[in-house]
């Protein structure tokens, strides 16, 4: 089962950069990208650094594919699908977005 969360206003995303936000008991990170008018969100956790930091890596692209590096080890993780540029067989989970009158939510599902 799936449901939309509120997690904030656009007001508090950071252009060209990641936050974090808490939904449920998960940390997701959430970039914002105005000139793509796109907003991604992902699990915030690093799988190689065993951390929760990839709201604070750095965007943008490798070949077109939007991406953010983790702060900790510099992987590539793809901002669309959550895979690991550099190793295929790791992937963050990657969620739904959607902006609604200045309130940005993200769907979630119950059992991930």
Request: charged share 20%; glycine share 6%.
């Amino acid at each position: 089962m799936s449901e939309w969360q509120d997690v904030c206003s656009v007001d508090d995303l950071q252009p060209d950069s990641g936050i974090c936000v808490k939904v449920n008991a998960y940390q997701i990170a959430l970039f914002y990208m105005p000139k793509e008018q796109a907003l991604y969100a992902l699990d915030n956790f690093d799988p190689f650094g065993q951390a929760n930091v990839l709201s604070r890596g750095m965007i943008g692209d490798i070949g077109g594919q939007p991406m953010v590096a983790s702060p900790l080890y510099k992987q590539h993780f793809n901002l669309v699908t959550g895979v690991c540029f550099e190793d295929e067989t790791v992937k963050v989970a990657t969620y739904p977005t959607r902006i609604v009158n200045h309130r940005v939510a993200v769907c979630v599902q119950e059992a991930r």
